[in-house]
């Protein structure tokens, strides 16, 4: 089982908090760092300092890290033109040395859409379907060659398909609740199918779907990489297990139902369950980034019984 730091910088971090937990995320032996994509605080956060960017936020991390793999869970399709974002992942891509991989989704809150003036279209899913093509189309296009595309809702016409990343393919995750479309847009571009916040039993039903629709596309269901995002609050034992679950705000038996928590011994129990439903990496969301402390725990205690 593979583990990576899942981070959610709009509920309140800077830049140099997220280098930190970056280069704590290397030095601890993690395989990757990623962020969310959200420019609004959610819940009772006031979010301060304000947002950070995501991929300027990654492109600074390209440079300061050497090992990690860096990526997004989720970009939101309705933030950038894939034209653009294409470009922006490549050159990060480049910037790294190869480490980059695109998370793209939807994008589901309004609130923050209106916030900062960005348009939030009803026809989401179906723009996102187009932006998967436009990207993957662009980095796939031949050096020399031109890549046109002419949708519903983006045309590019005689585009140099520039710049190209360091992989040979950047790997794109596509994820996300949906019974139909979502597996049918990660049968047909996607490397990874994430669910976020999902548990075992309705991992395993999800995952079996989308297998289904990697066989119906032509795939074979094992070339693609299943995962789950999940909250994580570990202790040492319940009473450490208690304060930073009331750091967060959230009550131990709910984190306990809907997440990893509770005693190293418990969550690799837990671990276990989604292994057992198909997944073999997780996404831990770590919600409070001043505990560094936390993730060496999790390093010495969860991560190395799992290899």
């Not at 420019?39 to 990654?58: E, I, V």
């Not at 060496?296 to 205690?301: D, K, P, Q």
């Amino acid at each position: 089982m593979d583990l990576r730091i899942f981070t959610e910088p709009q509920q309140g971090a800077d830049y140099d908090t997220l280098l930190a937990v970056a280069r704590a995320t290397e030095d601890l032996g993690f395989d990757a760092f990623f962020r969310s994509d959200h420019y609004l605080a959610m819940g009772d956060a006031d979010g301060m300092p304000g947002p950070t960017d995501a991929w300027t936020t990654l492109a600074g991390l390209a440079r300061e890290t050497r090992r990690i793999r860096l990526g997004t869970l989720m970009s939101a399709a309705t933030f950038r033109l894939p034209g653009p974002l294409a470009i922006q992942v490549a050159q990060v891509d480049q910037m790294s040395g190869g480490r980059v991989e695109l998370g793209l989704g939807s994008g589901w809150f309004e609130e923050e859409h209106t916030a900062y003036g960005i348009p939030f279209p009803r026809e989401k899913l179906a723009r996102l379907e187009e932006q998967l093509a436009v990207v993957t189309g662009l980095w796939a296009t031949p050096a020399g060659e031109r890549f046109d595309h002419d949708g519903a809702y983006y045309r590019l016409a005689d585009s140099p398909a520039l710049p190209k990343p360091v992989q040979s393919k950047i790997p794109v995750l596509v994820g996300g609740l949906g019974e139909k479309r979502t597996p049918r847009l990660a049968a047909r571009y996607a490397d990874e199918f994430n669910l976020p916040f999902t548990h075992p039993d309705d991992s395993a039903r999800r995952f079996a779907r989308v297998r289904e629709a990697m066989a119906e596309a032509g795939r074979k269901p094992d070339e693609l990489v299943y995962s789950n995002a999940l909250i994580v609050c570990v202790g040492k034992d319940d009473a450490q297990v208690a304060r930073r679950a009331a750091a967060l705000g959230r009550d131990v038996g709910e984190l306990k139902e809907n997440g990893l928590t509770g005693t190293p011994e418990e969550v690799v129990d837990k671990i276990g369950r989604y292994q057992e439903a198909g997944s073999s990496r997780i996404y831990l969301q770590v919600m409070d980034l001043q505990d560094l402390d936390h993730l060496e725990l999790i390093a010495s205690r969860v991560q190395s019984r799992l290899s």
